[in-house]
């Protein structure tokens, strides 16, 4: 019996050290990008399949909360990849320290030259306003402002839609922004913590419209094959984002990571943003774009700020916004 223990016992240790030769990588991304329906199980199933490791996505919440949390945790962090930050979160995450330089060189097709060494562009898209297609629609802020139309936002300290959001007022309206708000004030329903709660919001019929992105009806057309969802084209512009991820400086896994950063703009990645994260994929796929992309709103201004622009503004667009709401 002793014996019979024995074996069983060395058995369990095998297969413990077994497991633990399998290298962990570990990712932390915004919520949608991890969830289901989003890229994130696709793009786990396929680099596990030629890493030889295991890829886990760790969901914080929304991209700024993602940058956040990296924050709190400095040198200690657990993520070996931080995917889901934007353009406007680029300078305070570069002033962190903890980023290294990914080494990928490939071409990208972006509305922006791209040439920083340390952020990886994987996609990108246009922040607009979603609503029903058989509902009044506006074509500026004052506009909006001026309409009884209800509106669901997210909340900018935790969201890099919210704060692209308030960086678009600001960069179209300058030292008006804060009026644009205080007018904008009765038309917001309320702020959620991230892009995921607001868009529930708009589709369980809570307001008329839903700040999202210009390629958001392409979602309801190609996957519900409805045709009800519409971005409202701005006359004043539309405001750019581009997600990026970085390799985090101290990850234990330098080599997967620098594996993974190259893998995120390979073909078999890119090819899935379109329809899995409904955004732009920064590199051209081979196949091209789906479809339902065709009759997307096309901006006829593209607003955009450079990271350290953003990064001096966001300040007091946040509090001028906050103000306003608090009125």
């Known amino acids: 019996m002793i014996r019979s223990l024995g074996y069983v016992a060395g058995l369990c240790f095998c297969a413990t050290g077994a497991a633990a030769q399998t290298p962990v990588l570990t990712i932390y991304t915004y919520d949608s990008f991890a969830a289901e329906w989003g890229p994130g199980p696709a793009v786990e199933k396929a680099f596990e399949a030629v890493c030889g490791c295991d890829l886990q996505f760790v969901s914080t919440g929304d991209g700024a909360a993602l940058l956040a949390r990296v924050q709190l945790e400095g040198a200690r962090t657990d993520a070996d990849v931080v995917l889901g930050l934007d353009t406007n979160l680029v300078a305070r995450a570069r002033a962190t320290g903890l980023f290294a330089p990914h080494g990928v060189t490939t071409t990208l097709n972006l509305p922006v030259a791209w040439d920083d060494p340390v952020f990886l562009p994987f996609d990108w898209g246009y922040f607009a306003f979603v609503g029903n297609a058989d509902a009044p629609q506006v074509h500026s802020f004052k506009e909006l402002?001026?309409?009884?139309?209800?509106?669901?936002?997210?909340?900018?300290?935790?969201?890099?839609?919210?704060?692209?959001?308030?960086?678009?007022?600001?960069?179209?309206?300058?030292?008006q922004a804060a009026q644009i708000w205080a007018d904008l004030a009765d038309n917001i329903v309320t702020v959620t913590p991230g892009w995921d709660e607001a868009y529930g919001l708009f589709l369980n019929g809570e307001a008329d419209a839903v700040l999202s992105y210009t390629t958001s009806p392409a979602y309801h057309l190609i996957a519900e094959n409805d045709a009800s969802k519409v971005a409202w084209s701005f006359d004043e512009g539309h405001y750019m984002q581009v997600e990026v991820a970085a390799k985090v400086a101290g990850t234990d896994q330098p080599a997967l990571?620098?594996?993974?950063?190259?893998?995120?703009?390979?073909?078999?990645?890119q090819s899935v943003i379109p329809e899995?994260?409904?955004?732009?994929?920064?590199?051209?796929?081979?196949?091209?774009l789906p479809d339902g992309f065709s009759g997307l709103v096309q901006p006829e201004q593209s607003l955009i700020l450079s990271p350290d622009d953003a990064a001096a503004m966001a300040p007091a667009a946040i509090e001028e916004w906050r103000a306003a709401l608090s009125r």
């Open 145 to 175: 402002a001026a309409s009884d139309i209800k509106v669901v936002i997210e909340d900018p300290r935790s969201s890099t839609p919210g704060l692209g959001l308030l960086l678009w007022v600001k960069e179209v309206y300058g030292d």
């Open 257 to 269: 990571a620098d594996q993974f950063m190259a893998f995120l703009v390979s073909d078999g990645v």
């Open 276 to 288: 899995t994260n409904w955004m732009y994929p920064a590199v051209t796929p081979v196949a091209g």
